[in-house]
Structure formats: C-alpha cells, structure tokens
C-alpha cells in the first residue's frame, strides 16, 4: 500500500476558463512542476482525479478528454513527472453517479487499482468538492490551492509548489527518512 497525491486536474494542475478540453486553451498554472517533482522525490504517488460533466453535457467528446489529458501528462512526463492515472468522472451532475466528487467511487478505484493507502493519501485541488472527496474518502487531508472561494477549514494556498510544501511539512514522507525531502 503506497502513499497518494490525488490531483484535481482544472484550476489546479491547468488554467480553468471553463470546460478546458482543447489542446490551444493548455495552459499548464504556475508551481506545478516544481511542486509534483518534490512530492515525488518525497515518494508519493501521483494520480489525476477530476470530474469532466462536459462530457455528460455534451460540450465535448471523451475523446476530446483524452486528447487533452494526454498531452498534459506528456508535458509533465518531459519534465521527470509520471502521473500514474488519470480516473475521471463524464457523467452530467443530474446523472446520480457514484463517481463526481466529492463521491469517493473514484478513490476507491484508486485504492483498489493502486494499491493507495488512503488514510497515508491527500487530495489537492481547489474547490470544497475536493475538500470534501478526502473528508469522504477519509484521506489523511486536503489542500486547496488558488483564490477561488472560501475553503472553510481546508488550508488555502497560492499554489501547487506551496501545497506541496505544506503537506511535506505537515507529514514524514511516505518512504525514506525525513532528511530525503530538498
Ligand atoms: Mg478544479
Ligand atoms: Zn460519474
């Protein structure tokens, strides 16, 4: 069983101007990089977990998903990143399905899949349904990132390279001594 960051995909990781599924409105936020490669060289590992009701909405295709998603992971794997699944919702927010966050189907899979130990895992992202996925899916906790809204108790920050700061302050690295945190 390993130690997850759980990674909401827009807002988060890329610019959210609504909807973003064309590869010309790819724009990776700032902090990313920097922030995964030292949650990865802490040990963690890293997974995308975003709900997509574009395509439930009919705005876009899931092929339309992938093509995006794809390059995103591209993009980050030149820069020494491997983000080792992508588990998204397509389902409109009507539908009733078990998978939108803040359900926790989609960590489920993850433990399942992953072999995440969840209560070792935390979810950043930047809206209170991630906050409330790790509450639900009793992840050892959430950051928020971003001035997107109140975020009650969840700790807010600017961005993805202080969120990881904060959980590598806040927790012993999955695996290794202390010390092997830069
Ligand atoms: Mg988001
Ligand atoms: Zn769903």
Not at 21 to 38: C, F, K, N, T
Not at 56 to 73: A, C, I, K, M, P
Request: proline residues 5%; contains cysteine; charged residues 25%.
């Amino acid at each position: 069983m390993r130690a997850f960051v759980f990674l909401d995909r827009d807002g988060t990781l890329v610019r959210d101007a609504g909807y973003p599924h064309r590869i010309a409105d790819y724009a990776r936020l700032p902090g990313v990089s920097e922030g995964l490669r030292q949650l990865q060289a802490a040990g963690y590992g890293l997974a995308i977990v975003t709900n997509q009701s574009g395509i439930g909405r009919g705005y876009f295709s899931e092929s339309d998903f992938w093509t995006f998603q794809n390059h995103l992971v591209q993009d980050l794997g030149r820069e020494g990143i491997t983000i080792e699944r992508t588990f998204f919702c397509p389902h409109h927010p009507d539908a009733g399905c078990g998978c939108r966050k803040p359900e926790p189907a989609l960590l489920h899979r993850a433990r399942a899949e992953l072999g995440a130990d969840l209560t070792k895992s935390w979810v950043i992202g930047d809206t209170f349904r991630d906050a409330a996925l790790a509450e639900r899916s009793r992840c050892r906790g959430a950051i928020l990132v971003g001035r997107a809204e109140a975020s009650g108790e969840t700790p807010r920050v600017a961005d993805l390279a202080e969120a990881a700061r904060w959980i590598l302050r806040a927790a012993s690295p999955p695996d290794g001594p202390r010390s092997a945190v830069a």
